[in-house]
C-alpha cells in the first residue's frame, strides 16, 4: 500500500524568501509521484510529476521537486516566494501496481508574508 | 482550465434523499476518477472508471455509486445522506490505461452539504 505523509500542516514564509514543503511516501511499487496546488475555492492544479525520469523535476511557477529514494522524500521547492503561491499544496503517490486511484497528503498550507 | 467539468458547481439538500453529480471528462480521456474531500478525512479517491468499466475502487460507501456512460461521461449517485458526507466531490480525468506518465486532471468541483 502507499501512503504520503506531509511533514508540516503550515508554512509561513516572507515574500520573496525560500519555501520548502517536505513530503515522505511509503509505497510497495516504484511510484508516481505528483504535487498538485489547491487555491482557496479552486480545484486541483497539478505542479508537477515524478515518473522515474529524472530525479529532479521542474514544475509551473518556479517549483520544482527532488526524489530522493534513498531518503523516501519528494520534497517541494521555490527559490523565491510570491504572494500568489499562497495555497494548499499535497503531495501525491500513485503506485504502479495497478492501483490507479492517487493517494493524497494531508496538505500543507503556505502562508505568505508581505 | 482543466478542461474537466463538472455540475451543479454547489448542491444543498437534506438528510436521507439522494443526489446525482455529473462529470464530463477532458476530450479524448478515457478514464474518470471521483474523489471527496472533507475536513477531517482530506482528499480521497472514492473510484475509478475506465472506457466504461469499473477499473479500481477507494474508500467509496455502499450508498454511493458511480457509472460511466458511452460518451465517457461520469455519474457519482449518492443516496441515503447523512450529514457526514458534505464534503467538496471532485472528479478528475485522465488518457487511462497503465502509462506511469498518466496525470490526472482535475474538475472545479462539486460542494455538497447536507443539511
Known amino acids: 500500500a502507499q501512503s504520503v505523509t506531509q511533514l508540516d500542516s503550515h508554512v509561513s514564509v516572507s515574500e520573496g524568501t525560500p519555501v520548502l514543503l517536505r513530503c515522505n511516501y511509503s509505497s510497495s511499487y516504484s511510484p508516481s509521484l505528483f504535487w498538485y496546488v489547491q487555491h482557496p475555492n479552486k480545484g486541483l492544479q497539478l505542479l508537477l510529476k515524478?515518473?522515474?525520469?529524472?530525479?529532479l523535476v521542474k514544475g509551473i511557477n518556479g517549483f520544482e521537486a527532488e526524489f530522493k529514494k534513498s531518503e523516501t522524500s519528494f520534497h517541494l521547492t521555490k527559490p523565491s516566494a510570491h504572494m500568489s503561491d499562497a495555497a494548499e499544496y499535497f503531495c501525491v503517490v500513485r503506485s504502479g501496481g495497478g492501483a490507479d486511484g492517487l493517494t493524497f497528503g494531508k496538505g500543507t498550507h503556505l502562508i505568505i508574508q508581505p | 482550465d482543466s478542461g474537466v467539468t463538472q455540475t451543479p458547481k454547489h448542491l444543498i439538500t437534506a438528510t436521507g434523499q439522494r443526489v446525482t453529480l455529473r462529470c464530463s471528462p477532458r476530450?479524448?480521456?478515457?478514464?474518470v476518477y471521483w474523489y471527496q474531500q472533507s475536513l477531517d478525512q482530506g482528499l480521497q479517491f472514492l473510484i475509478q472508471y475506465y472506457n466504461g468499466e469499473e477499473r479500481a475502487k477507494g474508500n467509496i460507501l455502499e450508498r454511493f455509486s458511480a457509472q460511466q456512460f458511452p460518451d465517457l461521461h461520469s455519474e457519482l449517485n449518492l443516496s441515503s445522506l447523512e450529514l457526514g458526507d458534505s464534503a467538496l466531490y471532485f472528479c478528475a480525468s485522465s488518457v487511462g490505461g497503465r502509462r506511469e506518465i498518466d496525470t490526472q486532471y482535475f474538475g472545479p468541483g462539486t460542494r455538497l452539504t447536507v443539511l
Open positions: 476530450s479524448g480521456d478515457l478514464s
Open positions: 515524478y515518473t522515474s525520469a529524472a530525479t
